[in-house]
T-cell receptor
Framework: LAKTTQPISMDSYEGQEVNITCSHN???????ITWYQQFPSQGPRFIIQ???TKVTNEVASLFIPADRKSSTLSLPRVSLSDTAVYYC??????????????FGKGTRLSVIA | GAVVSQHPSWVICKSGTSVKIECRSL??????MFWYRQFPKQSLMLMAT?????????EQGVEKDKFLINHASLTLSTLTVTSAHPEDSSFYIC??????????????FGNGTRLTVT
């Protein structure tokens, strides 16, 4: 399973765009990239998932360069409620439903008023 | 969207007793479920993979006789912490993905169970 590296923490002011970059140099051909958000004492919540190029949904965008060795989660106009830990994970999702996701240390985002 | 329900959300038990945690996939089938444990200020650590109708697969360092896993149906997996000790106090989280829609189907997590052993 590919290892991921993220910044330990980030601070941002409300209303700003936040970009969290994750490195996954050993990503395999079948691996997808998935981002989760976790609030204290809650289970992780799925944010976005992608394989290559750009994916956008109602809450975030995910940018993946051609070599797929990194990815960037972009949160537009963050609010105080976006303060959480964000995890980047890679895993072979389509090929086997039996593959777990291995969590790295995540990025603790603090949004300041 | 897919929902994973975990029960109880918190439990306090005395040292030496056993505690059962339930994990249910509410609107999808899950032949495989995963159990994680999270200590304060740390990331999630995979404990075991629960397989419907067969034995669970445990990660290195996780005692299978202490953490009993049963996956008797396509929507229910249980984790029993036997003879609990204070060091077992932690946040336990289960997860599952839709077995019928594996392609691009993300892993969904329950809201966790806070276990405190006194």
């Amino acid at each position: 399973l590919a290892k991921t590296t993220q910044p330990i923490s980030m601070d941002s002011y409300e209303g700003q765009e936040v970009n969290i970059t994750c490195s996954h140099n050993n990503i395999a051909t079948n691996d997808y990239i998935t981002w989760y958000q976790q609030f204290p004492s809650q289970g992780p919540r799925f944010i976005i998932q992608g394989y290559k190029t750009k994916v956008t949904n109602e809450v975030a965008s995910l940018f993946i360069p051609a070599d797929r060795k990194s990815s960037t989660l972009s949160l537009p106009r963050v609010s105080l409620s976006d303060t959480a830990v964000y995890y980047c994970l890679v895993g072979d999702l389509p090929a086997s439903g039996n593959t777990p996701l291995v969590f790295g240390k995540g990025t603790r985002l603090s949004v300041i008023a | 969207g897919a929902v994973v329900s975990q029960h109880p959300s918190w439990v306090i038990c005395k040292s030496g007793t056993s505690v059962k945690i339930e994990c249910r996939s509410l609107d999808f089938q899950a032949t495989t479920m995963f159990w994680y444990r999270q200590f304060p200020k740390q990331s999630l650590m995979l404990m075991a993979t629960s397989n419907e109708g067969s034995k669970a697969t445990y990660e290195q360092g996780v005692e299978k006789d202490k953490f009993l896993i049963n996956h008797a149906s396509l929507t229910l997996s249980t984790l029993t912490v036997t003879s609990a000790h204070p060091e077992d106090s932690s946040f336990y989280i289960c997860s599952a993905r839709d077995s019928l829609r594996v392609e691009n189907s993300p892993l969904h997590f329950g809201n966790g169970t806070r276990l405190t052993v006194t």
